[in-house]
């Protein structure tokens, strides 16, 4: 459903995405972006998507298949492509076999009140369930609403600019994550002007993240203007994390710093707490590859003695940075 005007789609009921993965295989439609597929791809101008019912992905099958074959291609459940002027709220998506949704190339984009839950019966997890995936996107909100899932709350991908999330209740993610950026020979990627507020994040793998690329033979690009604020995180495994040595080892981020610059970062208000001892890490890449990184207003503790905030390359400002150590550097 690509190139509609003036649509207004009222979902009621359940719209179920029948499990056949041969059928999938050969007729999801196909987003180059990390090679996915879509059950559903929607586009134009002037859409609104409303009316309460449910879009399931029946993802168990999926999530079993995915276990004995990693090359499998899991359909997300709704991709918002080439559009302006969109409007999805109050519906509910459950269990899609991947992400539950990308907005691809859209600019005025508005979600509100969605309700996702992905979640496995099997000892098969829903593996990469990402709430949203926000890509080479412009002017994108998503507020008021409630995750359970495997993987990104929220995923601010490359290009993704001017976005607001705010409101959210998140449970199981990998937390709200600008990235990973920097991947691809060749390319930059830019992630700029972003608010993530509001965000309750309970037994999640992380909270506030960002994550880049450094190596031989990566990408380039910046993150710039990005706001992490009014934080609650119970059993958060890394509640605060900058990782500019993403998927890199500490040696080859030595002689081969990012290439992706972040820039001008606010953690505001920030409570909680983490699974472990670390409750912030922002690790830079050696180079000065980061600059204006601003930490206010933390209340982090650990389960078992004293909450420890770690940093390596970087100054940090703000009235939180008094407990952080001297930052080392490599």
């Given at each position: 459903?690509?190139?509609?005007?003036?649509?207004?789609?009222?979902?009621?009921?359940?719209?179920?995405?029948?499990?056949?993965?041969?059928?999938?295989?050969?007729?999801?439609?196909?987003?180059?972006?990390?090679?996915?597929?879509?059950?559903?791809?929607?586009?134009?101008?002037?859409?609104?998507?409303?009316?309460?019912?449910?879009?399931?992905?029946?993802?168990?099958?999926?999530?079993?298949?995915?276990?004995?074959?990693?090359?499998?291609?899991?359909?997300?459940?709704?991709?918002?492509?080439?559009?302006?002027?969109?409007?999805v709220e109050n519906i509910n998506m459950v269990n899609s076999p991947e992400w539950h949704n990308l907005?691809?190339?859209?600019?005025?984009?508005?979600?509100?009140?969605?309700?996702?839950?992905?979640?496995?019966?099997?000892?098969?997890?829903?593996?990469?369930?990402?709430?949203?995936?926000?890509?080479?996107?412009?002017?994108?909100?998503?507020s008021n609403s409630v995750i359970v899932n495997g993987d990104d709350c929220v995923a601010f991908k490359?290009?993704?600019?001017?976005?607001?999330?705010?409101?959210?209740?998140?449970?199981?993610?990998?937390?709200?994550?600008?990235?990973?950026?920097?991947?691809?020979?060749?390319?930059?990627?830019?992630?700029?002007?972003?608010?993530?507020?509001?965000?309750?994040?309970?037994?999640?793998?992380?909270?506030?993240?960002?994550?880049?690329?450094?190596?031989?033979?990566?990408?380039?690009?910046?993150?710039?203007?990005?706001?992490?604020?009014?934080?609650?995180?119970?059993?958060?495994?890394?509640?605060?994390?900058?990782?500019?040595?993403?998927?890199?080892?500490?040696?080859?981020?030595?002689?081969?710093?990012?290439?992706?610059?972040?820039?001008?970062?606010?953690?505001?208000?920030?409570?909680?707490?983490?699974?472990?001892?670390?409750?912030?890490?922002?690790?830079?890449?050696?180079?000065?590859?980061?600059?204006?990184?601003?930490?206010?207003?933390?209340?982090?503790?650990?389960?078992?003695?004293?909450?420890?905030?770690?940093?390596?390359?970087?100054?940090?400002?703000?009235?939180?940075?008094?407990?952080?150590?001297?930052?080392?550097?490599?």
């Open positions: 459903m690509t190139g509609l005007s003036d649509k207004h789609i009222n979902l009621q009921g359940t719209l179920r995405f029948n499990p056949d993965i041969p059928y999938w295989t050969g007729n999801a439609f196909f987003i180059p972006f990390q090679t996915q597929v879509t059950f559903w791809l929607l586009g134009g101008k002037n859409i609104i998507l409303n009316g309460g019912g449910t879009l399931d992905g029946v993802g168990q099958p999926w999530y079993d298949a995915f276990a004995t074959n990693s090359s499998l291609l899991r359909p997300i459940i709704l991709t918002v492509f080439q559009a302006s002027n969109v409007l907005v691809n190339e859209g600019t005025d984009v508005i979600y509100n009140n969605i309700n996702i839950n992905a979640v496995s019966n099997s000892s098969h997890s829903a593996k990469n369930t990402d709430g949203w995936n926000v890509y080479r996107s412009d002017r994108v909100t998503i490359p290009n993704a600019t001017n976005v607001l999330v705010t409101n959210l209740d998140c449970t199981g993610s990998h937390g709200i994550s600008v990235g990973s950026l920097g991947q691809f020979a060749g390319m930059f990627d830019i992630v700029e002007n972003v608010l993530a507020k509001n965000i309750k994040m309970s037994n999640a793998a992380n909270g506030a993240r960002i994550k880049a690329w450094a190596g031989q033979n990566v990408g380039s690009g910046i993150v710039k203007n990005v706001t992490f604020e009014n934080f609650i995180e119970s059993k958060v495994d890394n509640p605060v994390v900058i990782d500019q040595c993403y998927m890199t080892s500490a040696a080859a981020c030595t002689q081969f710093p990012s290439n992706t610059i972040i820039q001008d970062i606010w953690f505001n208000n920030i409570s909680g707490t983490s699974t472990g001892s670390v409750v912030a890490s922002l690790a830079c890449s050696p180079g000065g590859r980061c600059s204006d990184i601003n930490v206010n207003d933390f209340n982090l503790s650990s389960p078992t003695g004293a909450a420890k905030f770690t940093c390596q390359n970087v100054n940090l400002t703000g009235d939180a940075a008094s407990l952080f150590p001297a930052c080392t550097l490599t």
